[in-house]
């Protein structure tokens, strides 16, 4: 499964299960060279998941089987757990835990 399959799936259980859902997108600005147009430190996570009625936040960074986070991920997912943030590093061979967490309110 690709990284992007993978996101659509996420996303698409997210949505059914009342999350707001944003992703950034990168675009490409000429043949061969991507960007993601955001202003701040790299390696934001692909995901930020909201129920605001039952309080929840999520941040997943969202990565392929065997995938490898970016200097930039680690710091970002240890930064945001640092500070009491909900943060994930996830794989398709966690999709039941993803499934779970996505159907329940934070505990």
Known sequence: MTEAEFQRQVIEIARYRGWKVTHFRPAQIRPGKWITP????AGF???VLARPILGDLIFAELKKENGRLSAGQVAWTRTLIA?????????????????????????
């Not at 955001?38 to 430190?41: S, Y």
């Not at 009491?84 to 505990?107: C, H, M, Q």
């Open 38 to 41: 955001i202003e701040g430190d």
């Open 83 to 107: 500070t009491g943030a909900e943060a994930y590093v996830w794989f398709p061979s966690d999709l039941p835990e993803i499934i779970n967490r996505l159907s329940r309110s934070k505990t």
């Open 45 to 47: 996570p692909d995901l």
